[in-house]
């Protein structure tokens, strides 16, 4: 008869590395606890987490065989280096033992973590030329990258020269950068009055705040408005002239 060497069947289990760096390769050790006499199978394959395939990491099956003798092997999961901040870093996904060919499987899953490289994106803000009172300010709110997510901040408005309500109408609001968007406007309105401004440039300024994450780079942006009113100009009577024309008057009745 054939001699077996092992009482009982194999089992297989997994583990992963040390979390890497986006770009590097990450490393899944797939044991048996014990030798067999002929080839044995088992089936790895990888499934996202928060990091999705094609995009975090480069999908990966296999059909891992162990010979007689074998007890441990390895496979290298390629992980993708983009441009993009990832908000939910380290993201993770998992790889899977299955359809072991005989035996069984005591740990089946193992979890890679990916580190970002890319650091947050930084707001800045600018203002749009001078404009004439009654005309609209446009401010441009820019980020110096993407990033996986939406990523928002806030911005207002804060008087200077110019005051909210006679000059310009205040405004406040949150902007909203979605994946593959670095640049978005706001626009102010100013206020064309009748009274002369002795400091034809009024100014006012737009500040950004807030945001779910990232920095401000530039938070500051001056709107000025140009006066449109003409300078008062005064006029004089000569009071003798006003008299003297009045008795006239009455010497003529």
Same mark, same amino acid.
């Given at each position: 008869? %054939?001699?077996?060497?092992? %009482?009982?069947?194999?089992?297989? @289990?997994?583990?992963?590395?040390?979390?890497?760096?986006? /770009?590097? /390769? *990450?490393?899944?050790? #797939?044991? %048996?606890?014990?030798?067999?006499?002929?080839?044995?199978?088992? +089936?790895?394959?990888?499934?996202?987490?928060?990091?999705?395939?094609?995009?975090?990491?480069?999908?990966?099956?296999?059909?891992?065989?162990?010979?007689?003798?074998?007890?441990?092997?390895?496979?290298?999961?390629?992980? #993708?280096?983009?441009?993009?901040?990832?908000?939910?870093?380290?993201?993770?996904?998992?790889?899977? *033992?299955?359809?072991?060919?005989?035996?069984?499987?005591?740990?089946?899953?193992?979890?890679? !973590?990916?580190?970002?490289?890319?650091?947050?994106?930084?707001?800045?803000?600018?203002?749009?030329?001078?404009?004439?009172?009654?005309?609209?300010?446009?401010?441009?709110?820019? %980020?110096?990258?993407? &990033?996986?997510?939406? +990523?928002?901040? +806030?911005? /207002?408005?804060? !008087?200077? =020269?110019?005051?909210?309500?006679?000059?310009?109408?205040?405004?406040?609001?949150? *902007? =909203?950068?979605?994946? /593959?968007?670095?640049?978005?406007?706001?626009?102010?309105?100013? #206020?064309?009055? =009748?009274?002369?401004?002795?400091?034809?440039?009024?100014?006012?300024?737009?500040?950004?705040?807030?945001?779910?994450?990232?920095?401000?780079? &530039?938070?500051?942006?001056?709107? @000025? #408005?140009?006066?449109?009113?003409?300078?008062?100009?005064?006029?004089?009577?000569?009071?003798? !002239?006003?008299? *003297?024309?009045? @008795?006239?008057?009455? +010497?003529?009745?």
């Amino acid at each position: 008869f %054939r001699r077996v060497l092992f %009482r009982s069947a194999p089992n297989f @289990s997994i583990s992963a590395g040390a979390a890497v760096t986006e /770009g590097a /390769g *990450l490393v899944f050790t #797939i044991t %048996r606890d014990r030798n067999s006499d002929t080839a044995q199978t088992v +089936q790895f394959s990888t499934n996202g987490v928060t990091a999705t395939s094609g995009l975090d990491f480069t999908a990966t099956t296999s059909t891992l065989t162990f010979n007689p003798g074998t007890l441990t092997q390895t496979v290298t999961v390629a992980t #993708i280096d983009d441009a993009l901040f990832d908000s939910s870093s380290p993201e993770t996904f998992t790889a899977v *033992l299955s359809s072991a060919s005989y035996g069984s499987i005591t740990t089946g899953t193992a979890t890679g !973590s990916i580190n970002d490289n890319d650091a947050a994106p930084a707001f800045t803000i600018a203002a749009s030329g001078l404009v004439t009172e009654g005309g609209a300010i446009v401010y441009t709110v820019t %980020r110096d990258r993407d &990033s996986d997510s939406a +990523q928002t901040v +806030q911005f /207002g408005t804060v !008087s200077g =020269t110019a005051a909210s309500g006679n000059d310009f109408t205040a405004s406040t609001g949150t *902007l =909203t950068f979605a994946s /593959g968007v670095t640049t978005q406007t706001f626009t102010v309105a100013t #206020i064309d009055d =009748t009274a002369f401004d002795s400091a034809s440039t009024e100014t006012f300024t737009a500040t950004l705040g807030a945001r779910n994450f990232g920095t401000i780079a &530039s938070g500051t942006a001056t709107g @000025s #408005i140009g006066d449109n009113d003409a300078v008062p100009a005064f006029t004089i009577a000569d009071r003798k !002239s006003t008299r *003297l024309n009045s @008795s006239h008057s009455q +010497q003529s009745r």
